[in-house]
């Protein structure tokens, strides 16, 4: 079965809500942008998702 | 001999001074650290304008239409808030204290002249503060509820989740604050023209702002800035930064051993100090989570009369009441301009 296409968070036009959707079930933020995005973004993606999902 | 007295004792000396709060100076408009532009009663139109130039090749023939310089104008309606501080000052209450000794004479005298010198001339410095926090902090309940449906993402052209708590955190006030413009405008200057989004560049991957941290933040906001707004000498941009911005830059300065690094210029002290990042001043201002690099005139505040902050109308209350009015009105808005050169660090 084919895995769901990733999607860079940092991408122009991807909303939160857009990256979550691709997020696959059994991956972490942290797992799935690894090596895709640097410790840094990764670090500020999980801060932003805290946020979000407290709106 | 005995002494025989009953009635109690009281204190025969007091402190001639009478210790006033200590208010936030107000240097966004004493000292025009940004544009302050007066004149304008309910609203303003704000024109933005620009040229677009294409090159060809060279030809000796006769110029045609080519499309290849476009002049664009167009013009934003900005609304601008009255509102006002008002009271009544009933001083009957100060008698049987120190106040009362600078009464006048008659029993329609309740007015303490010591009272109006050192306590009531507080309310001026008191609203200037106010105003001063209101155009850096703050957004009207309309404004608060239009970022909160924004879009949140990571890349640029969308509002970050952390910008929304911002937001929602900020105090309801009757004007929006800079902050809460740069995120959230109707301007027709933006590439998306009307209500929505601002154009303003984001810092993405940003950290918490510590002195440990502060020198790599303001790093990535320098960073992520538009070239031409780092390398306009015209009107050099300059860092819009919150109070406390002041003593983490100086405890990171300062740090003592192999850690120290001279990330920031400190020069002067006290009222002549000034504090640069990389040649661009510093200006500290009551800013919450948010911090602002730009041309300092791209940031406005659109005013009736600058000197209105400042104003008070005190008076006596009609038909034989024995107590004072006192009232301050303003009119004002915040704007910005040029939005896709303001870069808005917690945006």
Request: hydrophobic letters at 40%; charged letters at 20%; glycine letters at 8%.
């Amino acid at each position: 079965m084919a895995g769901k296409k990733f999607i860079n968070p940092f991408d122009a036009g991807v909303s939160y809500s857009d990256f979550l959707k691709s997020l696959p079930k059994d991956k972490t933020v942290s797992q799935h942008l690894k090596g895709k995005c640097t410790n840094e973004q990764i670090k500020w993606i999980q801060t932003e998702l805290k946020n979000y999902k407290k709106k | 001999m005995a002494v025989n007295y009953s009635g109690g004792t009281s204190n025969q000396t007091e402190l001639e001074k009478i210790q006033e709060e200590l208010y936030a100076e107000s240097h966004t408009l004493r000292d025009g650290l940004i544009e302050v532009d007066e004149g304008h009663k309910s609203g303003a139109d704000v024109y933005e304008s620009s040229a677009d130039v294409t090159i060809s090749a060279f030809s000796t023939g006769a110029v045609t239409a080519t499309g290849d310089i476009d002049l664009n104008a167009n013009k934003t309606g900005v609304s601008l808030t009255s509102f006002q501080y008002e009271d009544f000052i009933d001083e009957d209450s100060l008698k049987g204290t120190r106040f009362e000794r600078s009464m006048g004479k008659g029993a329609f005298e309740n007015i303490s002249s010591e009272f109006d010198q050192k306590v009531l001339i507080q309310v001026a410095p008191a609203i200037g503060e106010a105003v001063e926090n209101m155009i850096w902090d703050g957004a009207t309940a309309a404004d608060q509820t239009l970022i909160a449906a924004l879009t949140p993402g990571a890349a640029q052209g969308s509002i970050s989740a952390g910008a929304q708590t911002l937001a929602a955190a900020m105090p309801t006030n009757l004007v929006s604050s800079l902050p809460t413009v740069i995120l959230h405008n109707a301007s027709n200057a933006k590439a998306t023209p009307g209500a929505g989004l601002g154009d303003y560049i984001k810092v993405p991957s940003i950290a918490t702002v510590t002195s440990a941290t502060i020198a790599a933040e303001y790093g990535k906001m320098y960073g992520v800035a538009p070239s031409k707004a780092v390398n306009h000498r015209a009107e050099p941009s300059e860092i819009f930064a919150p109070l406390g911005d002041r003593q983490l830059i100086k405890i990171a300065n300062n740090a003592v051993g192999a850690a120290q690094q001279l990330n920031f210029v400190v020069e002067g002290s006290g009222e002549s100090e000034t504090i640069s990042y990389n040649g661009h001043k510093i200006n500290f201002v009551p800013l919450v989570g948010f911090r602002i690099f730009a041309i300092p005139s791209y940031l406005k505040v659109l005013m009736d009369l600058m000197s209105d902050v400042s104003t008070l109308k005190i008076g006596e209350v009609a038909n034989g009441a024995m107590q004072r009015y006192i009232k301050n009105v303003q009119t004002m808005a915040c704007w910005v301009v040029g939005q896709k050169y303001i870069t808005l660090y917690g945006g």
